[in-house]
C-alpha cells in the first residue's frame, strides 16, 4: 500500500506562485508514475500534471502547460509541482496520486491540500 501525504497549499493572488510537494511511503518509488489531480467545488476531479517512472517525461492539462512544472526526486521519493501565474480557476483541492507499472489509472490517492487564488 502506498501512502502519499501532500503539503504546501495555501492562499494566493493572482499571478504569485506556489508549490505542492507529496512524500510516498512506498520504498520502489522508482518504478510508480506519479501525478496531481484537482478538484473545485461543484466539478468534477481532473487531470492537472503527470511524470513517468522510468525517463521522468512530463505531461500537463492545457489549462496548466507553461505555468506548472511537476518534477520528482527519487532520493527522497517527492513529487513537487510549482504553480505559477496563478489564476483564480486554480482554486481546488490538489491531490497527488500514484501508480504502479501496468497500471490504466491511478490507483493511490493523498488526502489532499487546498489551494486558493484570489483575484
Known amino acids: 500500500q502506498v501512502q502519499l501525504v501532500e503539503s504546501g497549499g495555501g492562499s494566493r493572488e493572482a499571478g504569485g506562485s506556489l508549490t505542492l510537494a507529496c512524500a510516498a511511503s512506498?520504498?520502489?518509488?522508482?518504478?510508480?508514475?506519479m501525478g496531481w489531480f484537482r478538484q473545485a467545488p461543484g466539478k468534477e476531479r481532473e487531470f492537472v500534471a503527470a511524470?513517468?517512472?522510468?525517463?521522468?517525461?512530463?505531461r500537463y492539462a492545457d489549462s496548466v502547460k507553461g505555468r506548472f512544472t511537476i518534477a520528482r526526486n527519487s532520493a527522497k521519493s517527492t513529487v513537487t509541482l510549482r504553480m505559477n501565474s496563478l489564476k483564480p480557476e486554480d482554486t481546488a483541492v490538489y491531490y497527488c496520486a500514484a501508480k504502479r507499472a501496468g497500471a490504466e489509472a491511478f490507483e493511490y490517492w493523498g488526502q489532499g491540500t487546498q489551494v486558493t487564488v484570489s483575484s
Open positions: 512506498e520504498r520502489t518509488f522508482s518504478l510508480l508514475t
Open positions: 511524470i513517468s517512472r522510468a525517463v521522468h517525461e512530463p
